[in-house]
């Protein structure tokens, strides 16, 4: 391994945990009808729990509706009972052939909520980014001995890993202002 495969191992790490964050803050409604609001449930399916998503379509035919059509007709009253179960405050009509979801109007409470919720979740993706540093400056410890760098060397790499990781936090942020943005108006 040199100091190229280091950092693009760094910067690889990172943008996982960056799409990690992503597909959390999906989940957090923002008082619009988005079908990845459901993507994240999982459905007692034949006694086996299933994502929503191997076993139905979501859809948003306007900002207040999300309309699940399940390929099995059979799995229509599971799905309606895993979606009154989340967390999610959402209340499905079964109208025999699809579920009907009003995306009611946020209270000012549950903004609050989901914009600690989004905080939370951009906490852990800084965390993460941080483990991912301090992982890529313990093996750089270790690259310098095998490669024999010079103090310097290894100084102008410990400074590449934090601009990386600076970078990356600065995306953490960026997503958290954009959902903030979203749950808020």
Avoid: C
């Avoid at 900002?63 to 007709?73: F, H, I, K, P, Y």
């Avoid at 600690?116 to 093996?139: F, Q, T, V």
Wanted: charged letters at 35%; zero cysteines; hydrophobic letters at 40%.
């Amino acid at each position: 391994m040199n100091l190229k495969d280091l950092y693009a191992e760094t910067r690889s790490h990172m943008q996982k945990s960056l799409e990690a964050l992503e597909h959390n803050l999906s989940g957090l409604r923002t008082g619009r009808a988005n079908p990845a609001l459901l993507l994240h449930l999982k459905v007692e399916y034949y006694g086996t729990p299933v994502p929503l998503s191997q076993i139905a379509t979501v859809s948003a035919p306007d900002a207040r509706t999300l309309v699940v059509q399940s390929w099995d007709q059979n799995a229509l009253k599971a799905i309606e009972k895993a979606i009154r179960d989340s967390d999610l405050g959402l209340n499905p009509s079964n109208k025999g052939d699809a579920l009907y979801i009003n995306i009611p109007p946020l209270t000012e409470e549950r903004r609050k909520e989901l914009v600690k919720a989004a905080r939370h979740y951009a906490e852990e993706g800084r965390i993460a980014i941080r483990n991912i540093r301090r992982e890529a400056l313990e093996k750089l410890k270790k690259l310098a001995k095998e490669l024999h760098l010079s103090e310097d060397d290894t100084k102008r790499a410990e400074a590449e890993i934090q601009k990386i990781t600076d970078e990356f936090i600065a995306k953490v942020d960026e997503l958290l202002e954009k959902k903030e943005a979203e749950i808020l108006h």
